[in-house]
């Protein structure tokens, strides 16, 4: 049970407060600290991020506040919106006067003026975020909570303050945080508040990409993260931000043979990579991986159902949708293509037939990546059958041991061929061309493939070699 109390202890603990409700008492002007501390503070959770609201303007109450912290370079002023943040021992803490909004139709920015603490409470999103406690000399710690949020999160309940109808229509991107926070705190979303995400999801269209990977970023981060992508489906969402991702729902049944929910089993494969790892990129990679399902579907009698190529199409998809969520287009997106492209590769190794050449391939193709990408195959594994999913978890483990002997042995990973296109244009004088190529590929190709090993003096006489095949002679030393 959540008590109201616990404010008091925490805020007497902290010299920030204790500065802000000395400044509060001199000015005579009333603050509180409202919003995610509150709420962090009551569940027990550890916040950098304060929001202090003052009834009165809130850059001169910061500028106060940090001349006696004795805070000279990290304070920043916003005049325009009449705000200011203060960075101080790891803390950011926010500034603004207390207010109430107003909206216009086509958009999320609000048209502000100066409100009561109350009218600035009921423009939040959810009641748990409604929470205020007093940094006032008289009333220092005590939990002003007009809409119940306390209730709420001792109910572990993600409600509005207000009708749901117009907090989303107002902020469309409540609707994305709703869900956000449903799933970072594995609470439930207020059947009311939830139907008001149903009736105003087209609304979501008016915001920003880059609030909406915001929080979807936040939401890849939780510890369960498949949550929050069953509550986008549920509430409409999903089908609008993320159709790829949609259209792997649902099973097709034809003449008896039917394939898995693709949808379901992605959200399981990012569970299971979510209880091993907490990077995001690679949890991207296992939301994407079977992303191609959809368009390479096929049936056939013979076969049942089937989805070749699905890694291949899946890898050219990635960049497609790292543009529209304007997600990093460079060492992130070739990261996440990458095991997108190779989730598929170790099963094959997985046979005990598998030769040492196909190995040092899949080393030198992940690279650096290959523990990641053996994350993820390792999470692939969905089966219910617990005697089968122990066969694919032994095979894979196994496969980890090939991995490890052949790097041990022929130091694959990352490499780069003892020789380059730019020796062989010196070697046998010749200019940058096909021809250039072909030789460095069959150097390449001829470490991996174990016929020489990874040492200069071999590769220079196996391109001696291969170089008289072609008739081409190397350069005359003078």
Same mark, same amino acid.
């Given at each position: 049970?959540?008590?109201? $109390?616990?404010?008091?202890?925490?805020?007497?603990?902290?010299?920030?407060?204790?500065?802000?409700?000395?400044? +509060?008492?001199? *000015?005579r002007?009333?603050?509180?600290?409202?919003?995610?501390?509150?709420?962090?503070?009551? /569940?027990?959770?550890?916040?950098?991020?304060?929001?202090?609201?003052?009834? #009165?303007? !809130?850059?001169?109450? +910061?500028?106060?506040? +940090?001349?006696?912290?004795? =805070?000279?370079?990290?304070?920043?002023?916003?005049?325009?919106?009449?705000? +200011?943040?203060?960075?101080w021992?790891?803390?950011?803490?926010?500034?603004?006067? &207390?207010?109430?909004?107003?909206?216009?139709?086509?958009?999320?920015?609000? /048209?502000?003026?100066?409100?009561t603490?109350?009218?600035?409470?009921?423009?939040?999103?959810f009641?748990?975020n409604?929470?205020?406690?007093?940094?006032?000399?008289?009333?220092?710690?005590?939990?002003?909570?007009?809409?119940? #949020?306390?209730?709420?999160?001792?109910?572990?309940?993600?409600?509005?303050p207000?009708?749901?109808d117009?907090?989303?229509?107002?902020?469309?991107?409540?609707?994305?945080?709703?869900?956000?926070? &449903?799933?970072?705190? @594995?609470?439930?979303i207020?059947?009311?508040?939830?139907?008001?995400?149903?009736?105003?999801?087209?609304?979501?269209? =008016?915001?920003?990409?880059?609030?909406?990977?915001?929080?979807?970023?936040?939401?890849?981060?939780?510890?369960?993260?498949?949550?929050?992508f069953y509550?986008?489906?549920?509430?409409?969402?999903?089908?609008?931000?993320?159709?790829?991702?949609?259209?792997?729902? !649902?099973?097709?049944?034809?003449?008896?043979?039917?394939?898995?929910?693709?949808?379901?089993?992605?959200?399981?494969v990012?569970?299971?990579?979510a209880?091993?790892?907490?990077?995001?990129?690679?949890?991207?990679?296992?939301?994407? @991986?079977d992303?191609?399902?959809?368009?390479?579907?096929?049936?056939?009698? $013979?076969?049942?159902?089937?989805?070749?190529?699905?890694?291949?199409?899946g890898?050219?998809?990635?960049?497609?949708?790292?543009?529209?969520?304007?997600?990093?287009? @460079?060492?992130?997106?070739?990261?996440?293509q990458?095991?997108?492209?190779?989730?598929?590769?170790?099963?094959?190794?997985?046979?005990?037939?598998?030769?040492?050449?196909a190995?040092?391939r899949?080393l030198?193709e992940?690279?650096?990546?290959?523990?990641? /990408?053996?994350?993820?195959?390792?999470?692939?594994?969905?089966?219910?059958?617990?005697?089968?999913?122990?066969?694919?978890?032994?095979n894979?483990?196994?496969?980890?041991?090939k991995?490890? *002997?052949?790097?041990?042995?022929?130091?694959?990973?990352?490499?780069?061929?003892?020789?380059?296109?730019?020796?062989?244009? $010196?070697?046998?004088?010749?200019?940058?061309?096909?021809?250039?190529?072909? /030789?460095?590929?069959?150097?390449?190709?001829?470490?991996?493939?174990?016929?020489?090993?990874?040492?200069?003096?071999?590769?220079?006489?196996?391109?001696?070699k291969?170089?008289?095949?072609?008739?081409?002679?190397?350069?005359?030393?003078?």
């Amino acid at each position: 049970m959540i008590h109201s $109390q616990a404010g008091k202890v925490a805020l007497s603990n902290q010299k920030i407060f204790q500065v802000v409700s000395k400044i +509060a008492s001199s *000015e005579r002007i009333q603050a509180y600290v409202i919003g995610g501390f509150v709420r962090d503070t009551l /569940l027990g959770k550890k916040c950098k991020d304060i929001d202090i609201v003052v009834l #009165g303007n !809130g850059p001169d109450f +910061a500028r106060k506040v +940090a001349e006696e912290l004795h =805070i000279k370079k990290d304070v920043t002023i916003f005049e325009n919106f009449g705000t +200011a943040m203060i960075r101080w021992r790891g803390y950011e803490i926010e500034f603004v006067g &207390a207010r109430r909004e107003s909206y216009l139709p086509h958009s999320r920015k609000p /048209l502000v003026e100066a409100g009561t603490l109350e009218e600035d409470q009921l423009r939040r999103d959810f009641t748990i975020n409604a929470l205020a406690f007093s940094l006032n000399p008289d009333d220092f710690g005590q939990l002003i909570d007009p809409f119940n #949020g306390i209730q709420d999160l001792n109910d572990r309940i993600i409600r509005t303050p207000t009708n749901p109808d117009v907090t989303f229509s107002d902020d469309p991107l409540r609707m994305m945080r709703a869900i956000r926070f &449903a799933t970072q705190l @594995h609470f439930d979303i207020h059947p009311d508040t939830l139907a008001g995400i149903r009736k105003n999801c087209q609304r979501i269209d =008016i915001v920003s990409m880059e609030r909406i990977t915001d929080e979807l970023n936040k939401i890849l981060s939780a510890s369960t993260p498949s949550i929050g992508f069953y509550l986008l489906d549920e509430t409409g969402l999903l089908s609008r931000i993320f159709p790829e991702l949609q259209a792997l729902k !649902g099973v097709e049944n034809i003449e008896g043979h039917s394939h898995k929910d693709n949808f379901r089993h992605t959200l399981e494969v990012l569970d299971n990579v979510a209880r091993v790892s907490d990077n995001l990129w690679l949890r991207w990679a296992a939301l994407l @991986h079977d992303i191609a399902k959809p368009v390479t579907k096929k049936y056939s009698p $013979q076969t049942g159902w089937t989805f070749h190529g699905h890694d291949f199409v899946g890898q050219k998809m990635v960049p497609t949708i790292f543009r529209r969520f304007r997600l990093p287009l @460079h060492d992130k997106m070739r990261y996440v293509q990458k095991l997108v492209g190779l989730h598929l590769r170790p099963i094959v190794l997985a046979k005990e037939d598998v030769t040492d050449s196909a190995v040092r391939r899949l080393l030198f193709e992940a690279g650096d990546h290959i523990d990641d /990408l053996m994350i993820l195959c390792e999470a692939d594994i969905t089966s219910k059958n617990k005697k089968l999913k122990e066969i694919y978890l032994e095979n894979f483990r196994l496969v980890r041991q090939k991995l490890k *002997e052949i790097e041990e042995k022929d130091r694959i990973r990352n490499f780069q061929p003892p020789i380059d296109g730019n020796d062989i244009v $010196q070697i046998f004088n010749i200019p940058p061309s096909k021809t250039v190529g072909i /030789l460095k590929n069959a150097v390449k190709d001829a470490i991996l493939d174990g016929i020489i090993p990874n040492e200069y003096e071999a590769a220079y006489q196996f391109l001696l070699k291969k170089a008289e095949e072609m008739g081409i002679k190397p350069a005359v030393k003078s």
